[in-house]
C-alpha cells in the first residue's frame, strides 16, 4: 500500500448539494493530483496542485474545485452536485524530481449521487 | 476524454500462461505508464518506459513501446491469481507535467 489516504471511503449525496473529499499526501511528496473514475472507465484527471497552486487543469467545470495545504494535504470540492458526478475519486502524490516520476494513489472515495 | 483504448477490453488466461494486453494513444508523448487496479480501488504504479525507449523488463513484466504505431504492450509472464485485476496504460505528454491521461484499460482474469 502507498502512504496516501483518503476520507471519506464512502459517500452518498444528494443532487444538488455540496461535497468536500480529502487526501493526504505520502509523506515527502509536494505535488497532489485528483482523478474522476467512472464505473468501467479509466481515470481522468481532474487538476493538479503544486505546492498549493493549481497547476494543470483538466476538462472539469468550475465547480470541481481544490485546495493544498502546506503540509502538502489536498481537498477536492464540488458544488451542486449533479447524477453523473457518481464516481471513484482517486487522489495521487507525487514528488516533481527531474526527467521520471511515479505518482501514488490513494484507495479513493466513492461518491454516489442521488 | 480518454488517450486511447486498451485492447482487449477483458481476457481471460489460465494460471501459468502468459497474458498480453495492448494500449494505443492518439497524441505524441513523453512517458507511457501501466497502472493496476483491484476492485474499483487505487492504482499502483507497474512500470514506466520512456518515448525513447521501446523495451524495458521488470519481475514477471515486459513493456513494449513503439511511438511510430502510438501503441505499447504489456506482457505478464507466468500469470498467477494474484494478477487478477484491470490493467491500464497512461501516458504523460510534457516533460515535468504530471498529468496522465488513463485509457479505459484491460480486465484480467486468472483462473486457477
Known amino acids: 500500500e502507498t502512504g496516501v489516504t483518503q476520507s471519506p471511503t464512502h459517500l452518498i449525496k444528494t443532487r444538488g448539494q455540496q461535497v468536500t473529499l480529502r487526501c493526504s499526501s505520502q509523506?515527502?511528496?509536494?505535488?497532489v493530483s485528483w482523478y474522476q473514475q467512472a464505473l468501467g472507465q479509466g481515470p481522468q484527471f481532474i487538476f493538479q496542485y503544486y505546492r498549493e497552486e493549481e497547476n494543470g487543469r483538466g476538462n472539469f467545470p468550475p465547480r470541481f474545485s481544490g485546495l493544498q495545504f502546506p503540509n502538502y494535504s489536498s481537498e477536492l470540492n464540488v458544488n451542486a452536485l449533479e447524477l453523473d458526478d457518481s464516481a471513484l475519486y482517486l487522489c495521487a502524490s507525487s514528488l516533481v524530481a527531474g526527467v521520471e516520476y511515479e505518482q501514488y494513489f490513494g484507495p479513493g472515495t466513492r461518491l454516489t449521487v442521488t | 476524454s480518454q488517450q486511447g483504448e486498451e485492447d482487449p477490453q477483458a481476457l481471460s488466461i489460465q494460471e501459468g500462461e502468459n497474458a498480453t494486453m495492448n494500449c494505443s494513444y492518439k497524441t505524441s508523448i513523453n512517458n507511457l505508464q501501466w497502472y493496476r487496479q483491484n476492485s474499483g480501488r487505487g492504482l499502483v504504479h507497474l512500470i514506466l518506459i520512456r518515448s525513447n525507449e521501446r523495451e524495458k523488463h521488470s519481475g514477471r513484466l515486459r513493456v513494449t513501446l513503439d511511438t511510430s504505431k502510438k501503441s505499447s504492450s504489456l506482457l505478464i509472464t507466468a500469470s498467477r491469481a494474484a494478477d487478477t485485476a484491470s490493467y491500464f496504460c497512461?501516458?504523460?505528454?510534457?516533460?515535468?507535467?504530471?498529468?496522465?491521461?488513463f485509457g479505459t484499460g484491460t480486465r484480467l482474469t486468472i483462473i486457477p
Open positions: 497512461a501516458t504523460g505528454d510534457n516533460f515535468g507535467n504530471e498529468k496522465l491521461t
Open positions: 509523506s515527502g511528496h509536494n505535488t
